[in-house]
């Protein structure tokens, strides 16, 4: 509801960047520049530390900090609904790169996997943001010539506590079982194994991981029958089994942000720092 007094008031009230407050824009282009320009960071691979159990190899579009930041908190917290387009399109980036990465570049569907809000915060919101951004990832990398399409499959099975303030093992011990496939959503995984798709998990911020490390065993714990798990750190199956299905080769995911932290430690540089915190 939020999101829609926004789009109104838009139409009649003067605008400002939500990057930078520049006037009479919504988004201005070197604020744009910063999630899809060429001097960015991103995309690139993203590790917390310490890395948490059963995470896949994931990819951020962006750092989170100063401008990136500020832009995705508009449109998650603040409504600020046509940020949409240009933040898919520079998670639409880090899909690629993670998929080219893993060796899923051929013409095989990407299926993008959301992490999912709870009804909680979507009620409060008036939106589910990283729906919202997948849809236009989704459709960015169809505009460029790759078949994409989101799979909404995972849920929340129980609510979670508020993860401000936690740490990375609270946050573990917090969403430890908490999602799960929704009924229906196997049967769709089966069908998208058939079309030989690959599973890519997407979130707006990675902050310590365990989010993405329980997407991943929800997933993983609703395999198709008779079809070994995802081949990724903290489950079983041996190469030769994970490689007679393209679905379940290798789980990989793909986020807007994270931490600085997280691609200077993909550097090995000496001013990495453990990532534990920042919003979810």
Known sequence: MRGWWREVAGLVLPVSCEGC??????????????????????????????????????????????????LLLAHKERGALPLAGPLGAALAGAVTAVAGAAGASGSGPLLLVPVPSSRRSVRARGHDPTRRVALAAAGRLRRAGRAARVLPVLRQRRTVADQAGLGAAERRANLAGALDVAPGGAWLLREAARTGGRVVLVDDLMTTGATLAEAARALAAARPAGHPPFTIPGFAGSPEEAAAHPLFERLTAAVLASSPASFELNRNSPRTRDVAGGER
């Open 21 to 70: 407050g520049r006037p009479r824009t919504a988004l201005c282009a070197a604020c744009a520049d910063t999630l899809t320009g060429p001097g960015r960071t991103g995309p690139g691979r993203v590790r917390p530390a310490p890395e948490p159990r059963g995470l896949p190899v994931t990819y951020a579009a962006v750092p989170y900090e100063g401008v990136a930041r500020a």
